[in-house]
Every structure is written in structure tokens, then in C-alpha cells.
């Protein structure tokens, strides 16, 4: 048994049961967690933003000690230290093999008819395949990343979504090349990401906007030039930034048609607009055809960073080992498994960069 976090009704707290794993299959690990960051994205499944399955174990960003591996298993071996992934790429489907593992045909699918586990004797599914909210998940040997030993849990945990999407958004999807102006439209974990991805790129001027002074704040502590406070006209204040043109890329990590709207009109005239942010399928956003035409923009979206697990998490680690990421600050509580629901209300408060599950001690 484990004791996991289990959303069992959209819209309902979590609630704190045990979970029976599943004998772990010959393609599969069982990892005991270390961390685990509590994403927005558990937020989106837990209020229905996002489709998500019921019952089922939330939890997507974390970082473990795999326990046991499947008899088919050669990449990891108990005691290896692990980032879970949570698009696990096949390596074999057209996507895959044309350089695009994030767009994986099979790797989610694969991941959820993979056997988890049970709850009250019922089947219980694994979200967004890691089910970090738990003390042990079972995974695909495809979902595991092993890293040193010697990097601490909690960032490890980070690395395997906020960090990869954030600064994979601007180094992966963006290409934002050294000199750029870029601005950054949500700064909770993965925004603070992109604003790293930025700096990292070499971007001139970083704009950081979002309606929390507190988070513009630390953007401008990890590499943000320029601070916005939301709310009144920040698309006007962006664009008195950068000469009345607009910003070279613009990230939109909230995920609503309003935010998208503002990124675009932050981005100049055949700039870049990408969509970082997680929204709801119902929530429409519209561009009048000439506007399209006569300002030549691009919008983009883009899933997870357009990373490469194998390749990507183990670059981040490096980044953050030499002192180029600084992903401590990212940081802000450390909580016990039974406080996950006060994260969200964190989270929704704009309280938090990140909290993150530490496991055992604290």
C-alpha cells in the first residue's frame, strides 16, 4: 500500500487514501518519491479545466528512487535516482523519429493502459502518468530520467516539468535568439522559467507581467529587466518599453483567451507569440483575419518546452549545477502530502512560485 492524494469527483478536495499498486509489469518501474512540485496543471484537472480521469492520483512533476523494474527493463536499475516525465516518447512512431518526441503518437497512450492500481477496491488511474501526489508510483521504463545522486530531490522534481517547459519554450520552441526583447505574460513556476530561458538566451530586455507584485518581483531577481503589474493596460506599458513596436517573443503562460490576446498585442509586427499556458477547450480566442495578414506575427503553441526528456533533463540539472538556473528560488514551500489542497488555494491566491511534496523529513 501507499498513501497517494486521489481526485475521486471534478471539483472536489483530494482526498488522502492508500493505494494498492499494481505488480509491476515487464516494460514498467516502481519509484519511491522524493518530491514532487504541485503544477497548475494538477489544478486544472482537479477543477475540470482540464479532462481528467476519476479516481485518479494527480501529480505530474517529481523526482524518485526507483524500487523495483519489470523483467524487460535495461535502462535503470533499483537505487537509481529519477526525474519522471510525463510525455513518455516511444522512440519508434513517426513523431519520434522525425525529431518531435514531445508530439509522441503512443507514449501517453501507452502510459495510462498501463496497469496502476486500486483505491477501495476500485481501479484507480495514474494523472498525467507520474501520480507523484503519492509516496510510490509505478511508471513506464519510457518516464524515467536517471540523474547523479547528488542533486537534490526537490529540484530534480522541477526539472521534470516547470524548468523543462519554461526555458524549453524559449530555447526549444522559441529560438529566441542573443539580443531579443521578450515579454513574459504569468510569472508563477513555469513563467519564472521562461524568464530564465530568456536570460539564458541572451534576450536584451525581459519583461516580466502578471497582476502579483510579489511574483514580478522575483522574475526580476532571476533575470527579468522590466516588471508589468496586470490589470490596467499592460499591453500599452509593454509597448512604451520597447519604442511603441512591441516585444521580438512574447510568452502567454496563463492559459486563457483574454492573456493570449494580450501577449498578441504585446508582440511586434512579424514577431512571435507562444503559448505556453494550459487552457480550457471551450474558452475560444479570435483574431480577425486582416490583423493576421497585414502584421505578419507567428503563434505558436507549445507543449512541454518541445522537450527531450533524455536529452533536456540532464542539460537543466548541468545549468543548475554550474549556477546558470537558479531553481532554489522557485521554491517556496515545502509541504507534507496532507496539505496539497492548501497548495492549490496557494496557488489560486498567487501566493506561491512552487510548492513541493517532500516526502518523509522535511
Known sequence: MTRA?????????????????????????????????????????????????????????????????????????????VILSWIPPCRSCPWCLAGQPVLCERGMADAFSAPYGTCDGRQVHAGLVGATFGEETLVLERAVVRIDASVPMEIAALVGCSVATGVGAVVNSARVPAGATVAVVGCGGVGLCVVQGARLAGALRIIAVDRVAAKVELAAALGATDTVIAGGDEVAAVRELTGGRGADHAFEVVGSAATIRAAFAMTRRGGMTTLVGAGRADDQVCFGALELFVDAKTVQGCIYGSTDPDRDFPRLVELYRAGRLDLDRLVTRRIALDEVNDAFRAMEAGEVARSVIVYGER
Open 5 to 81: 492524494a486521489v481526485l475521486h469527483q471534478i471539483g472536489e478536495p483530494l482526498r488522502i487514501d492508500d493505494v494498492e499498486l499494481a505488480p509491476c509489469g515487464a516494460e514498467q518501474v516502481r519509484v519511491r518519491l522524493a518530491a514532487s512540485g504541485v503544477c497548475h496543471s494538477d489544478l486544472s484537472m482537479q477543477n475540470g479545466t482540464l479532462p481528467a480521469q476519476v479516481p485518479s492520483v494527480l501529480g505530474h512533476e517529481g523526482a524518485g528512487v526507483v524500487t523495483e523494474v519489470g523483467s524487460r527493463v535495461t535502462r535503470v536499475r533499483p537505487g537509481d535516482h
